[in-house]
């Protein structure tokens, strides 16, 4: 199945949960009406290769029309999601559980694989699963399979506590290095301007536009050589009001 049919899949999947909630069908209600267990409908309903007989049941079920859905599926507009407050905050408090979510979601590694490279126990490794599971990121399946609960892609919103943090850690990271003359290519340059607002707003799209177009060429071109990676920074403030300076009593000469 390709990636397209399981967004497809993702999709009608939830449409039917909501519908099911909706209609305050459980779980139960709902292994009961297919005759199966309850496990086995909890992971039919995250089921990104769920058998298309099952998920006409699921719609008649859910009092959905499968074509109306499937079309809706197909037809729907792009949608970049975001993670919610909850796990953004989540992230933003644990540094380790980000990174073991990226290690899983993004990089697609299996659950064993990740254990191994960072020693996790297994009490370790259920931890951040559960922690994961509790933020309804995924879904734990039977032998140690996840199913995850979101569509790709999914990113943080432009006032996420974690992009701050980030961005906090960059302007620091990039001022000590230029302070400190760490890296010789490490530049930065500082224009007080006074534009008309109009002049302004061209000037930083302008600067934008440059550095996308170079970033698109940065993911065309990837360097496996690390010291090749950098990065850039625009950073546009209001210059803030300082205290006039009082030149009585004279303190220091």
């Given at each position: 199945m ?5 967004q ?8 039917i949960r909501e ?7 459980t779980y ?15 992971r ?5 290769n ?6 006409i049941k699921?719609?008649n ?5 499968i074509?109306?859905?499937l079309n809706?599926?197909?037809?729907r507009?792009?949608?970049h999601q ?12 644990s540094?380790?559980?980000l ?6 979601a993004?990089?697609?590694?299996p659950i064993?694989e990740?254990?191994?490279?960072y ?9 951040y699963?559960?922690a ?14 996840v199913q ?23 302007i ?11 890296d010789?290519h490490?530049?930065m ?13 061209k000037?930083?799209d302008?600067?934008v536009?440059?550095?996308d177009?170079?970033a ?14 950098r ?5 546009d403030?209001?210059?803030?009001e ?6 009585a ?5």
């Open positions: 390709n990636l397209l049919d399981q497809i899949i993702r999709y009608c999947l939830t449409k519908a099911l909630k909706k209609k305050s069908l139960s209600h709902v292994a009961q009406l297919l005759d199966t267990s309850e496990v086995t409908v909890k039919i309903m995250h089921d990104d769920i058998k298309f007989e099952r998920l699921l719609c079920i859910a009092d959905i029309a074509d109306v859905l809706e599926a197909v037809n507009p792009a949608e975001y993670f919610t407050p909850a796990q953004d905050h989540a992230f933003a408090k540094e380790q559980l990174h073991y979510f990226s290690l899983l993004f990089e697609k590694k064993e990740i254990a191994l490279q020693k996790l126990t297994p009490a370790m490794t259920h931890t699963l559960r994961l599971e509790g933020l309804e990121l995924i879904t734990l399946l039977p032998e140690n399979k995850f609960n979101f569509t790709f892609p999914i990113g943080f919103s432009p006032d996420s506590l974690v992009l701050k943090n980030q961005l906090k850690q960059v620091i990271d990039t001022t000590q290095a230029i302070v400190t003359e760490q010789k490490a530049f340059i500082v224009k007080p301007l006074q534009l008309p607002y109009s002049m302004h707003e000037m930083l302008e600067l536009n440059v550095v177009k170079y698109e060429l940065s993911e065309k071109y990837q360097h496996k050589d690390i010291e090749n990676m990065q850039v920074l625009i950073v403030n209001k210059i803030p300082k205290s006039p300076i009082a030149l009593p004279i303190l220091d000469l």
